[in-house]
């Protein structure tokens, strides 16, 4: 089994074709999706082979429902505790009719989750706890953050950590983010959040450092695909595969995702890497953060 304590968020997706402006598009195309990093990741690891994908997030009573839904009809299996006082995280993308995105975010009920909803039983079975890194940068939110971890590490569960978004991590603070993601075993970056927390442009330079605060390092290089480094040296690169990219929502997701089910299906980091970007070429070729649904059933990752 796989927990993710993390993110469920409405993404809200609106197509304009005025530019921005005090007007009214009236011609505007508006799509309501499931996203969120955290539920993303879970979606995508079921979507992958993993079994028994569970997940711990917060949601507004007025879309709890609707998450619920999209939840199980990806394969997971969703502990969704109800805020009464805020909405759903939601994230408004403004896309222009250039493409050029403006992305306007709601944290809502996401960083609202607080020690009081965490419970051991949520581990049962558990064979690994992959932590979305957003959770980190509220106070309740990382004390349930911490918590799940600590629970994990005394019964031996893995630990991955999704560093979330490197605008935050510079706003909340790279030092203090490190401080706060210490104990987790493998830390899931990509190439602009590993240059950030190192100081390093350079990815191979940026992921060795990296893999001597957190054991292992895997990081997405978009289409360069991605480096794997264990204890400060790098011990593999990843090719992208080459695709007609969509939209780029969630590609990282899409990676974590399958990478940690091809773990969990007992396949080395380099190997699960390879697996993650095929995941997250196929991400790239649909709108939106979710795994699509009509090949739901494909037969993703063979065990080992
Ligand atoms: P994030 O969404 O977290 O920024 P990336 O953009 O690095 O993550 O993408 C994650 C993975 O998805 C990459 O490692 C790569 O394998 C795949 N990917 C992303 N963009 C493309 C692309 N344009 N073509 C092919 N694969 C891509």
Redesign the pocket.
Known sequence: ALLVVGDVVTDVVARHRTPLAPATDTEARITTLPGGAGANVACWAARSGARDVRILARVGEESADWHERALRAAGVLPHLVLDPDVPTGTVVSLVGADGERTFLTDSGAVLRLSAADWSDDLLAGAGHLHVSGYLFFAAASRALARLAMEAARARSVPVSVDPASAGFIARFGVDRFLTAVAGADVLLP??DEAALLTGLPEPRDAVAKLSRDVPLVVS????R??VVARSGTVVGRVP????T?VD?T??????TGAYLAACLAGHDPVTAARL??RA??E??TVIGGRPPQESQKSPGITPV
Do not use: M
């Open positions: 990509n190439c997405t290089l978009g289409p695909g991605a992208a595969e080459t695709v990219a780029t969630g590609a990282g997701d899409a990676f993650g970007c997250g070429a991400a790239v």
